[in-house]
């Protein structure tokens, strides 16, 4: 455990508790797997409304009358959304808390989606989609930063990864849900369901989501906010007068004073931050590449609407796997462990190509894709979040994921290329499959650069830099 330091105002001698080190030696309470629970169905939501747009795409191109080329812009509007709304909300983030933009980002998407399930024209549906695309970008990486700032350091990344996997889930809810509801309601009812549902959530995350602590520290707030906080988790911290925290990430020191993009483009982060946004953006131009357009390719390749739909939804359902990865990226080297899953993710995709003839095969090997890509891809998040200090943190990750985001929006650009340029279903996923393999050479160059493991609180190192919350108002 850290040496203990005199707190800011008190007087000589006295102690002061990390606030890392009290999450480190107090079990996972359930006031923090109320956090997972809130965090994790924040995501889940994300998933579903993300990947709603693909999954009533053929009920659009039928009752609209309007050709796949013509889809396009639809699909992509809410990736450009969600790119504007992590790059603005990961800075708003680490100046005005988590807690506050996580209400209003779930907020606006639910607001936006209800919206568009009264849409009645293209252009109206593109617009709303943009705006719900805002509120899930910035909802998402804030998610991720609240849930790894409450982790302990052996726990953060299986925990986080566990908490993402609400995302493939809810993307794989989505696609299980349109087959039923659609031919019953509609395609306006997955759009209402995936719209109503958040504006509870924010309702509920605006009494019971705490701020995170160690921003609260970062922040310089009076102590006794952040031992409301603590206590409970553990009733010791009433005892507690005055809190701080150390920064290990390497660069820390430097980036004390910095916030924000001053920290993450700071010398000592720039390389690994570059590959970071490399892997994701090339993730992304996988997952909705085949997201948004594998119900069309399997309707196209002979398979009925409703077994395409349901094929297509297997493929973010294998994100689950996430959990189990997790688990060997707090025993080993996660760059290597994540750069691993990529490169077998690249197979997997290909192979996909090969299978359209048997429904049974194929099916199999799109379970499995996913299983793997999702994976690496939800991997990502806890793999920046422990990369950068708390005062980078939430810019750190939503810029990874807003960057990332124009990766979707080239992967929904390049099926429709492909396809109008007439290239054949192998051929479509197998130069899907590529982006797999600049993925894994990404994190391989960031391992390179950034040899050891990401910060790990204080289980690693000396402190960079420290922060201390105290008594005084």
């Known amino acids: 455990m850290h040496q203990q330091t005199p707190a800011q105002g008190r007087g000589p001698g006295t102690p002061a508790v990390d606030v890392q080190d009290f999450l480190n030696q107090h079990r996972f309470s359930p006031f923090q797997w109320g956090i997972f ?23 659009l191109l039928k009752e609209w009358g309007l ?18 709304g ?4 990961g800075p708003c983030a680490d100046r005005f808390g988590r807690k506050t933009v996580l209400v209003v980002a779930v907020a606006l998407f639910g607001a936006a989606c209800t919206w568009s399930a009264f849409s009645d024209s293209l252009t109206e549906l593109t617009i709303l989609r943009f705006v719900t695309g805002l509120g899930l970008g910035a ?37 299980f849900l349109a087959a039923w509801m659609i031919p019953q309601w509609g395609w306006r009812s997955v759009l209402l369901l995936g719209g109503l549902v958040p504006l509870v959530l924010a309702v509920v995350m605006l009494m019971r989501l705490p701020e995170s602590v160690r921003w609260l520290v970062a922040r310089k707030v009076p102590a006794a906010r952040i031992r409301a906080a603590l206590q409970r988790i553990s009733p010791s911290a009433r005892e507690v007068q005055a809190f701080t925290m150390a920064e290990k990430a390497a660069g820390a020191g ?32 996988i997952f909705y590449s085949l997201i948004n357009w594998m119900p069309i390719l399997f309707k196209e390749a002979g398979l009925d609407a409703r077994t395409a739909t349901l ?10 796997g996430a959990v189990f990865l997790g688990v060997l990226m707090d025993r080993f080297n996660p760059n290597r462990v994540i750069a691993l899953c990529f490169s077998l993710s690249a197979v997997s ?36 979040a422990s990369f ?59 391992h390179w650069a950034h040899p050891d493991r990401p910060q790990q609180g204080s289980q690693e190192g000396e402190p960079a830099g420290r922060h201390s919350a105290s008594l005084g108002h």
């Open 254 to 285: 430097a980036a004390v004073k910095r916030t924000g993009l001053r920290v993450i483009l700071s010398r000592p982060f720039i390389v690994g931050t570059v590959m970071i946004w490399l892997a994701y953006f090339m993730g992304l131009v």
């Open 86 to 89: 992590g790059l603005t909300a």
């Open 311 to 320: 094929a297509a939804s297997l493929f973010p359902l294998g994100g689950v």
């Open 139 to 175: 909802a998402m990486p804030n998610a991720v930063t609240l849930m790894s700032e409450y982790c302990p350091d052996g726990r953060r990344a299986t925990l986080t990864n566990a908490m993402f996997c609400g995302f493939p889930l809810g993307a794989a809810l989505g696609g």
């Open 349 to 384: 995709i290909y192979a996909i190509g090969l299978s359209a003839g048997n429904v049974a095969l194929l099916m199999t090997v799109v379970f499995v894709a996913g299983t793997l890509m999702n994976t690496a891809q939800s991997s990502l998040p806890a793999l920046a």
């Open 388 to 446: 950068y200090p708390t005062q980078g943190r939430a810019t750190g990750v939503a810029w990874m994921m807003g960057v990332g985001r124009f990766g979707g929006v080239a992967g929904s650009f390049l099926v429709a290329e492909l396809a109008r340029r007439q290239v054949g279903f192998q051929g479509i996923f197998a130069v899907v499959a590529v982006a797999g393999v600049f993925a894994t050479l990404a994190l391989l160059v960031k």
């Open 67 to 84: 050709s796949k080329a013509a889809l396009a812009p639809v699909l992509s509007a809410a990736l450009f959304g969600l790119a504007a």
């Open 37 to 59: 629970a809130l965090c994790f169905l924040i995501v889940l939501l994300d998933g579903f409304d993300t990947a709603a747009i693909g999954f009533i795409a053929p009920s």
